[in-house]
T-cell receptor
Framework: EADIYQTPRYLVIGTGKKITLECSQT?????MYWYQQDPGMELHLIHY???????EKGDLSSESTVSRIRTEHFPLTLESARPSHTSQYLC????????????????FGPGTRLTVL | KNQVEQSPQSLIILEGKNCTLQ??????????LRWYKQDTGRGPVSLTIMTFSENTKSNGRYTATLDADTKQSSLHITASQLSDSASYIC?????????????FGRGTQLTVWP
């Protein structure tokens, strides 16, 4: 079954720790995205990728980094977590661009709720 | 500046009642508009998608409308159920980027009471 997965679902960690949030999709999509969402607020794009070995920063400045070594895998890493990184992180993937035909729907994973103490 | 504004911010209704959520946008050039449902602690799930030429789209008890001239959309929920309790997010895509850039509203938090 085609889907998009994120692990862990919840993570509580101390300041200064290095963490990696995993995201995998089985739909064969080229484009993948990372969003950050605080309660009651809109999603903010922090990273995206057009395909393997392609990564770009999004609209919201983030101290995290990403990599895209395989099509299906798009992990996000924080080298030194801080309380300001506490948020929900959502991964998404799509198979096309935002053209007028309506292609390019983004499918979202269940998210990782990160708390940094 | 491309923006998406939603109202109301939150809404409480009784089970079985209807409700309408609003979305105004300034995104240009416009490509399409989607309504997503996001359950607490989960990722958003698409309900409807409308392009410039479409002014209504239904998905079961959900009916979305689009007025591209006034840049307004609404999501009407009929005969609400407890499982409809969620955040409903209006998302607009612009036509000017190959990325498929999405602009998100903050959502309307709907609570359905028994």
């Amino acid at each position: 079954e085609a889907d998009i997965y994120q692990t862990p679902r919840y993570l509580v960690i101390g300041t200064g720790k290095k963490i990696t949030l995993e995201c995998s999709q089985t739909m064969g999509h080229d484009k993948m995205y990372w969003y950050q969402q605080d309660p009651g607020m809109e999603l903010h794009l922090i990273h995206y990728s057009y395909g393997v070995n392609s990564t770009e920063k999004g609209d919201l400045s983030s101290e995290s980094t990403v990599s895209r070594i395989r099509t299906e895998h798009f992990p996000l890493t924080l080298e030194s977590a801080r309380p300001s990184h506490t948020s929900q992180y959502l991964c998404a993937s799509s198979d096309g661009g935002g053209d007028s035909s309506g292609k390019g729907e983004q499918f979202f994973g269940p998210g990782t709720r990160l708390t940094v103490l | 500046k491309n923006q998406v504004e939603q109202s109301p911010q939150s809404l409480i209704i009784l089970e079985g009642k209807n409700c309408t959520l609003q979305c105004n946008y300034t995104v240009s050039p416009f490509s399409n508009l989607r309504w997503y449902k996001q359950d607490t602690g989960r990722g958003p799930v698409s309900l409807t998608i409308m392009t410039f030429s479409e002014n209504t789209k239904s998905n079961g008890r959900y009916t979305a409308t689009l007025d591209a001239d006034t840049k307004q959309s609404s999501l009407h929920i009929t005969a609400s159920q407890l499982s409809d309790s969620a955040s409903y997010i209006c998302v607009v895509s612009d036509r000017g980027s190959t990325l498929g850039r999405l602009y998100f509203g903050r959502g309307t938090q709907l609570t359905v009471w028994p």
